[in-house]
C-alpha cells in the first residue's frame, strides 16, 4: 500500500515533472541518454526516478525496483539529500506492497534521517507515518503507535498542518487494532472534522475516513449510515480513479451486504475486489479479499469453494507472515472451515499455527506503553503551544483517562496473568505432541477451561467491589487450587485420585458461587480407599458433574442434591455421580451441551481404551425409570486402575 503525504507530493511536483504516459517514455530515454551524455548526475536520478514510477503505475515492480534504485544512487552521487529522501521513501513504498518489511523499516528510517538531515522536517515526518503503517502491517502496533505519535509532534512543531486529518486517521486505526474503541473513535471523528477543510486533507485521506466511517457505522449495525459512507468513498475515489479506494469498497461493502442477506452481490463485490487486486498486483488486497471470499462460502456451506480461497491465500502468503493480521484470519477461518468437517486433527494444527501468530503480535506492556507515549506527547504539546488548528481540533484537548485500581484489583490482576499463563502452557503442551492421539487429546481438554475460568472470574470480582472480602478470600483460594491444579494436571495423563477429589470440590464450590445454584453436594469414598494410590485422568467425570449442575438443576430452587461416590472392586474404580434434578430423558432433547459431554466423554474414552488396552465401562440412568417416584440422573462409571 502506497501512502501519500502532502509534504512528498509537493517537493516532488517542484523537482520531477508529471509521470510520463506510455506514449512519453521514449522521450524519457532520450534525456536519460543526454543528460549522461553531459555527465548530469541529477538529470539521470530524476529520468531513472521516473522510469522507476511509469514501471510501477504499468504494475511491473521488478523493473520499477530497478530504475529506482538507479535514480537513488546518482541523487547520492549528487549529494542532493532532499531527492534521495523522496526516492528511498517511494522505493520502500515498493517493497511495502510486497511484503518486504524488514527491508521496508530499514528504508525508512534511512528516509527519515536522509530528510531530517536536509532540513525538511515535514516531509520527515510523513516518512514516519509510512513507517508507522508498515510497522502495523507487520504486526507491530505499539512500535507503530510510537512511530505515528512522534510524526504528529514534529509536523505540529514545524507548523505544517496540510493533510494533517491522515495523521489522526491513521493514529486512530492504530487504537482500533489495538482494542482501544473509544480512543479510535475520538480520533476518527476529529479527523472526519479536519477532512471537511481541504487544507487539511486531500482526497486519499478523505477516501480513508469514510472508509473508517462505513466500519464504525457498520459495528454499531446502523447499516444504512454504513452503506452512506461507503457508496460516498467509491464515488470520490471513481471521480479520481483511485484504484486502491475502488478495491478496498469493493471488499468492505460485503459486511453490509451480509447483513441485508445480499450473499450473491457480497460473492460479485468480494470477487471484484479481488480481480483488480490481482490486476494491479496489490499482494495484501488480494489477500484480504481472498479471505473475504473464502468466509462467504464457509457461511454458505460451500466448503470445497471455501478450501479453494483460504489455500490461495495461503499461497499468496507463501507460508510467512508478511502480511500477519489477514494471515492470521486465513488460519483462523481454517480452524472453522475444518470443525464444519469434523476434521479435528486439521482444526487442531491450524488453531495451533494461529495462536503461535497471535503470540507472537501481542505483547503484555503494549498498554502501558500506549499510555506513556499519548502522555508524552501531550505534555510536549502543552510546552511547544503549538497553535496548528482551530480550537476544536487543538491535540491540548487531549486528556489522559486511564483510571487507576483500587488495591484489591492487584489481586484480581494477578489472578487474570495466572489464566493467560495457564493457556499459553496449555497451548505449549499442545505444540509439544506429535502424535495424532495426542494431539486430538489435548484438544478435547481445551473445551470448558476459558469460558468458565473468565466468569468464575467475574464473580469473583463482584465480591470484591461489593467489599466482601471474605467471600472473595475463599473463592480466590478455591480458584487458585482449581487453576493451579489444571496447570500442573494438562502435562500429565493421570493423577492420584486425590488430587481428582480436591480439584472437582474447587470445581464444584466455584460453580455454586458462579451460578447462585441453592444445592447440596457430598463426596463420598471408603477410608480404606488409596486416593493418593489410585491413578485416574484429571477430570474425566467433571463433564457429568457440568450437567447436573447446569442442566439437571435447571429451574429447581431448593432440594437439590449432588453425590460424587468412589469405589473400588477387583482392581476397578466404579464412580456414580448422582442427582435428583430433572433427569436425563427431560434435559436431553432441548440443549445441544448433554451431547456434547458425552461426546467428550466417549472420545476420551477411546484413548485411554487403546493406551491401556481395557475396557471402560459407562451408563447413564434417568432414575424414574428404576423408580417411578424419583427423579434425576444416575451417571457409572468403571474404570481400569491403572498399574
Known sequence: MKFLFSSLCLIMCLWFTPVLSQSDSTSLWESIIEAGEKNDTLGLSRGYYKLGIYFDQINNPERSNIFLAEALDYANLAKNKRAAGIITNYLASNYSEQGRHEEVIELYQDAYQILLESGDSSAAADVLMNLGASYSESGRADKALETEINALMIRSECGDSSNIALYYQQIGELYKELGQNEKWIKYLFQANSLATNPLYAEFETRVAILNDLGGYYASRQEYKLAEESYQQMFALSREHNYMPGIIVYLNNIVAIYKAQNRY?????????????????????????????????????????????WYDRVLKLSGGESSFPIELSNTLHGLVELSKARTD???????????????????????????????TRFHSEQKENQIQLLNSKNELQKQQIKFSRTLTLSVILLSVLVLGVLLLLLWQSRIRAKSREMELEHKWLRTQMNPHFLFNALGSIQSFIHHHNEEKATFFLGKFAGLTRAILQNSRKDYIPLSEEIETLRNYIDLEKMRLDVCFKYEIIYAEDLEVDLIQIPPMLVQPFIENAIKHGFNGIETDCNLTLAFNEDNNILKIEVIDNGLGINQTRGGDNHQSMALRIFMERKKLIEKRMKQKIQLRVTDLSEIDAKQHGTLVEIELPIPE
Open 264 to 308: 450473491t452481490d457480497a460473492v460479485n463485490s468480494a470477487l471484484e475486489s479481488y480481480r483488480l487486486a490481482e490486476d494491479k498486483r496489490k499482494l495484501y488486497n488480494m489477500m484480504s479479499a481472498g479471505n473475504v471470499l473464502a468466509s462467504l462460502y464457509l457461511e454458505l456451506g460451500q466448503l470445497s469453494k471455501s478450501e479453494e
Open 344 to 374: 479435528w486433527k486439521s482444526a487442531l494444527q491450524y488453531f495451533e499455527n494461529y495462536h503461535i501468530l497471535i503470540d507472537s503480535l501481542e505483547s503484555s506492556e503494549m498498554k502501558i506503553r500506549m499510555a506513556e507515549l499519548e
